[in-house]
């Protein structure tokens, strides 16, 4: 078990250093000089040389990742004499808008985006596992043919059009919930809760679809099965063959589990945008209108990080919730 | 885009011109700061109250070093200037004395300015408003870590390409503090609107010994203005209370009516408007930075309890079709004329929103309140084009079949993409075929603004930093400004324009240099290496229990300095 997790650790931080240098390389790609962003106006060419040399960006691609791997390791520092910047190790990058290292910028946006995730996620899983578990339960019933058709709505339209209409309902016809702003967990669990109630409702009104339908199709599944239709026929109660079926349906539930809740917590770009939450997909959005690499190079590696984190979590904990795997 | 700043149309033009020499002629001999505030359109409410405002931008800061905003928005609820501007809902935009006794004066034709500050002035932590101050405030300007804000006095203060600012112990020679009230700015070259350059952020006062964490001074900076910082959280919000040193006596052109401002910021802009429509609770004091869409004009218009409560502005940006003079096909003068008659402006102007919130239909490059404006048109083909007219001109310069492309950004708004097919709608008319090329916003400014950029015709827009042919004309027509990230999306280069802009650009007298820019204006259109199309139009909502809340001629966006709260 060791090994294999040793092995799958070694594998995700080449696989992260791949990514680095494929965002790298697309953003030098792209025509976009993060020193005309920087140069102020009017910006002529001496202006934005000495912009570019203090920024480093007017180096080359395969320089800008050299850098980065090593300033992961020893730190960067830009700039010389008295206007040095230091960014110690590991050092992400360092965001020049934003006057400050992107460790930081994570650090300082991660609360937003947890918060987020962690609502929408608890939500759409009691959510879509309610449903879904009811639905087959009461197959054709009112409850089934209400999700069934709760889930399609939740998997055809798109996120924005959820946000603006549950901002435009609830915030402005009913005014029954903030429209916008985020309040600390520590400054005020209630506000907290209550800024978040409409992010979560929309986040959680997409991704529940999901669940709603593999539940339903996994435990009609499990009911048909032969080893609870024996268990059935031998007298045992309705909710002791539920609990066995329910077994069942937990294997692909988590693992589609992990990779939304890490997905979450990559950041919900349209999400915060709508609630003007100011999480890590709000932070990647501004960068990449911005030109600032080093932010988009830091979140994007902290999201596949997060994501390679999650599935490792997912085939771990594949064993331990089906034997048949462990065996495997 | 990097492209767009700020400019304005007035109404008349006499008003223009006599108005804007009143009040900024640079000569002028100083005087006491006079008191007039007292406009008839502004009403006068008591002081007091609490303004909120509501930013669209996450990155709201008070630090001067790095800023673009012009003289009379929020970062001067805390930061004074040398000079300042005073803006009117009926009058063009004059240059006004703020720290300074007068608007500057010079002997040498405008190669050297002096400013006096006044008497007695104090920052809020009590320490006086001194010469070195402003010094000081100018040379963080130039550190690379505060790159970004309106530079013009970069490359014009001699010695300024080389300097890196004061953080390594060195001072820029050409700013000379003569006394704690005075100080000597040694330009370069001569510059009559130094006066206006010394309005913009980085001559706002910073003392020295404040700035010890120069990266987060504008978070708590020291006031000069009536109100300082007394909380902020970065990206969220921030919290203005009176700072007690200002006196109101010592200042034209801050009103200082709410006794507390809450700026919160990064908030989605379609959010910031609809709540501005619902005008509930606080947001009846509210006031904001939000982009009103056309979507929303209709809703605003039916309902007069919100229309009442919408600025919109006189004037607005320059919007025009940039021709490549150095293209083969477009290198006969009398094919660019023929493109002027061609185009159907009327109906840029409906794509952009009729005449009441889209813009007016213009035939110069410098806008309504710009000093100089001057209504002309060369090419007088009705709003609509003259079709017959542009048909003679390209028999004449004997083309035929013409083939050319048009590229504009595509992630600005759609409004661009609707604009482009009707130009080449227009110019169907008369038998040229126009080739659309849509681009991506970076890549499309990459391609204007290299001076071998391949293509034939942009869309384009432009605002006046400061009202001055400087700040219209020569950045957009002046060789300099061809390629290497320059504005001249025409390569335009014409060296007898070139010279007359270097005169104008000198002129110390800014009447007369009103008049030297009419006269380049007219000059360069007789090229015609654009067409100019719109003026467009800018609007702001305000709350219920919003006062003096105007759009002036010049800049384009209300003043924040003005604004009182009705309680």
């Known amino acids: 078990m060791i090994v294999y997790i040793a092995r799958r650790m070694v594998t995700a931080v080449f696989m992260l250093l791949a990514i680095a240098f494929v965002t790298i390389a697309l953003f030098f790609g792209a025509s976009k000089d993060p020193a005309r962003a920087m140069c102020g106006k009017p910006c002529p060419p001496e202006t934005r040389a000495k912009v570019s040399a203090y920024m480093q960006t007017d180096q080359s691609a395969v320089w800008q990742y050299t850098e980065f791997v090593k300033g992961l390791f020893v730190g960067r520092t830009y700039g010389e004499g008295a206007q040095q910047v230091h960014c110690d190790a590991p050092c992400f990058g360092y965001s020049f808008p934003n006057r400050s290292d992107v460790t930081t910028l994570i650090a300082e946006r991660l609360p937003v985006t947890l918060s987020l995730a962690l609502g929408a996620a608890v939500l759409c899983l009691v959510v879509g596992i309610g449903l879904g578990a009811l639905s087959a339960i009461r197959k054709g019933g009112i409850v089934d043919r209400f999700s069934t058709g709760f889930a399609m709505f939740g998997l055809s339209v798109p996120t924005f059009l959820v946000g603006l209409l549950v901002v435009q309902v609830f915030g402005f016809m009913l005014n029954a919930l903030p429209y916008s702003g985020f309040v600390s967990f520590s400054e005020s669990p209630t506000d907290w809760a209550w800024h978040l109630i409409g992010p979560w409702m929309v986040l959680s009104f997409i991704l529940a679809a999901g669940y709603i339908r593999v539940t339903r199709t996994q435990l009609l599944n499990e009911l048909s099965a032969d080893h609870l239709v024996a268990m059935t026929a031998r007298g045992a109660s309705t909710r002791q063959v539920n609990r066995h079926a329910v077994r069942g349906v937990m294997v692909p539930v988590a693992a589609m589990f992990a990779l939304d809740v890490t997905a979450l917590l990559g950041g919900s770009v349209i999400a915060e945008r709508v609630f003007s939450l100011h999480g890590l997909g709000d932070l990647l959005l501004s960068a990449v209108n911005e030109a600032d690499l080093s932010i988009v190079v830091g979140v994007t590696l902290f999201s596949a990080f997060l994501i390679i984190v999650g599935n490792l979590i997912a085939d771990l904990l594949m064993p331990l919730l089906d034997p048949r795997i462990r065996r495997a | ?567």
């Open chain 2, 1 to 567: 885009m990097a492209n767009r700043s700020r400019r304005v149309v007035p109404a008349g033009l006499a008003l223009v011109l006599a108005l804007v020499m009143a009040g900024c002629n640079a000569n002028s001999q100083s005087t006491e700061p006079t008191k007039d505030k007292n406009t008839t359109a502004l009403e006068s409410v008591p002081q007091g109250g609490t303004l909120h405002y509501l930013s669209r931008r996450a990155t709201e800061s008070f630090e001067t070093a790095k800023a673009q905003m012009v003289p009379t928005t929020r970062l001067r609820w805390v930061h004074r200037g040398l000079t300042s501007w005073q803006t009117f809902p009926d009058k063009d935009t004059v240059l006004v004395p703020d720290l300074a006794t007068d608007t500057g004066t010079t002997d040498d034709g405008g190669k050297t300015w002096t400013f006096t500050l006044q008497e007695g002035l104090k920052f809020s932590d009590g320490s006086p408003i001194t010469a070195q101050d402003v010094k000081y405030g100018v040379e963080r300007s130039f550190a690379p870590m505060f790159q970004g804000g309106l530079g013009y006095h970069k490359t014009l203060l001699v010695g300024g390409t080389d300097y890196d600012g004061p953080y390594d112990g060195k001072e820029l020679d050409s700013i000379e503090v003569v006394d704690d009230h005075k100080i000597v700015f040694h330009l370069t070259r001569p510059f009559g609107n130094w006066p206006w350059i010394v309005s913009m952020p980085a001559f706002a006062p910073v003392p020295a010994a404040a700035d010890t964490e120069p990266e987060t001074y504008g978070e708590h900076p020291v006031a000069s203005g009536p109100y300082q910082v007394t909380s902020f959280r970065k990206g969220s919000q921030a919290v203005l209370e009176r700072n007690p040193n200002w006196k109101a006596d010592t200042d034209q052109v801050r009103f200082a009516g709410p006794d507390k401002i809450v700026l919160d910021m990064g908030l989605n802009n379609d959010t910031i408007v609809q709540r501005l429509i619902d005008d509930k609770g606080e947001d009846k004091t509210a006031i904001s930075n939000a982009l009103i869409s056309p979507a929303q004009f209709q809703r605003i218009e039916s309902d007069p309890s919100i229309s009442t409560r919408m600025a919109n502005s006189p004037s607005g940006y320059f919007r025009y079709l940039a021709m490549n003079v150095k293209r083969p096909v477009l290198s006969d003068v009398r094919v660019r004329q023929a493109i002027n008659y061609a185009i159907n402006k009327a109906e840029l102007q409906s794509v952009y929103g009729g005449p009441k919130f889209g813009g007016q239909i213009t035939s110069t490059i410098m806008t309504p309140g710009i000093p100089g404006y001057t209504e002309y048109n060369l090419y007088d083909g009705g709003d609509t084009g003259n079709v017959d007219k542009a048909k003679k001109l390209l028999a004449a310069a004997g083309v035929s079949d013409l083939k050319l492309t048009l590229t504009y950004p595509t992630d600005v708004s759609a409004i661009e993409e609707k604009e482009a097919q009707s130009i080449k709608n227009s110019l169907a008319r008369v038998g040229v075929k126009v080739e659309l090329k849509g681009l991506d916003g970076d890549t499309w400014y990459e391609l204007i603004s290299s001076a071998d950029g391949d293509y034939d015709m942009t869309t384009n827009g432009w605002g006046a930093d400061f009202p001055s042919g400087m700040s219209t004309i020569q950045p957009l027509f002046a060789s300099s400004e061809i390629g290497n990230g320059g504005g001249n999306a025409s390569n335009f280069s014409n060296p007898k324009v070139d010279a007359a802009i270097e005169a104008a650009t000198a002129e110390p007298n800014l009447d007369k240099a009103a008049e030297m820019w009419a006269a380049i204006d007219k000059q360069i259109m007789e090229d015609a290496p654009i067409v100019p199309i719109l003026v467009q139009r800018t609007q702001a909502l305000a709350g219920s229990k919003i006062k003096n809340y105007f759009i002036p001629a010049y800049p384009p966006f209300a003043n924040e300095l003005v604004v009182r709260v009705d309680r």
